[in-house]
């Protein structure tokens, strides 16, 4: 394993330990609202100090975006950290939540980890050396047909501008494939795009942290990742299409058709 990918790991480990040891008591957590649907724990905060103390006795010299306490440092090395992805999730003891950190180098992803603490699921990925679970190699699936293909998405809680657009897609795809999933985490939606248990995945609004270590999973798993204009620019428009080569492109056509001026890329 990468050095890098090591310490990634280390600290991923240690936040799923202090998740799960809260997990046990959810009714006596301290929630914030942040703003509307948008909630943070003693657990995000205890779990991100947890992830940064380790990443800065190892390479101290690094900068660090994380949800809760921002951006950092400066370096060509930055870290990427949601210390609990899916916490209106966790605060409802419903189990699918995880913990995300990527690792970009000069602005390109370098390393991604993203830990289920629930299922003890450990997804990661080094640029050029493939992705895996639990040691696994993973790849995208092989359908190619979208009245086959099972698609994640996230609802746009936070940005209802684009939530007609939104629901014309979810319309349209409801009909075209097998099924829509909205599990409610999407750095672990995106992992499981990298291991196939869902074809192609969609969504608006997203911050990078949601997405940096999730979207190299992908791409190491063989699949496509695109911001709405099929660039590269997704971690800052916050808008995603990820899937399989056959899938995502089927799902990309049917998202642009509906594109808003609001929603470019």
């Known amino acids: 394993m990468h050095p890098l990918l090591n310490i990634a790991v280390k600290a991923a480990r240690r936040a799923g330990q ?20 948008d909630y943070v724990t003693e657990v995000d905060k205890a779990a991100e100090a947890a992830i940064i103390e380790i990443i800065r006795d190892a390479y101290p010299g690094h900068a660090i975006l994380a949800e809760e306490t921002g951006s950092s440092g400066s370096s060509e090395f930055q870290w990427i950290i949601d ?8 605060i409802h003891g419903f189990p699918q939540y995880a913990v995300s950190i990527g690792l970009a180098h000069k602005g390109v992803m370098n390393q991604a980890v993203v830990y289920d603490p629930t299922r003890n699921e450990l997804f990661t990925a ?20 979208l009245a086959e293909a099972l698609i994640g998405t996230g609802f746009p809680y936070r940005m209802f501008d684009h939530a007609d657009a939104y629901m014309t897609i979810f319309r349209e795809l409801t009909q075209k494939t097998a ?37 190299l999973l992908i791409t ?3 699949g496509l990742v695109s911001d709405l204009a099929g660039e590269s620019d997704y971690l800052a428009s916050g808008n995603i299409v990820g899937g399989s080569p056959k899938i995502f492109g089927q799902l990309l056509q049917i998202v642009q058709s509906h594109r808003t001026p609001q929603l470019q890329a």
Do not use: H
């Open 179 to 215: 099924g829509l999933r909205r599990p409610g985490a999407a750095s672990l939606d995106l992992a499981y795009v990298a291991c196939g248990r869902i074809d192609a995945f969609w969504e608006f609004g997203l911050s990078p942290w949601d997405m940096a270590a999730g979207t």
């Open 220 to 222: 190491e798993a063989g």
């Open 126 to 145: 080094s640029k050029g050396s493939g992705a895996f679970l639990n040691d696994k190699r993973i790849r995208v699936s092989k359908r190619v047909k």
């Open 83 to 90: 210390p609990l992805d899916g916490t209106t999730n966790f």
């Open 18 to 37: 202090i998740i799960n040891r809260a997990s046990l008591d959810i009714e006596r957590l301290t929630v914030s609202v942040k703003q509307q649907s």
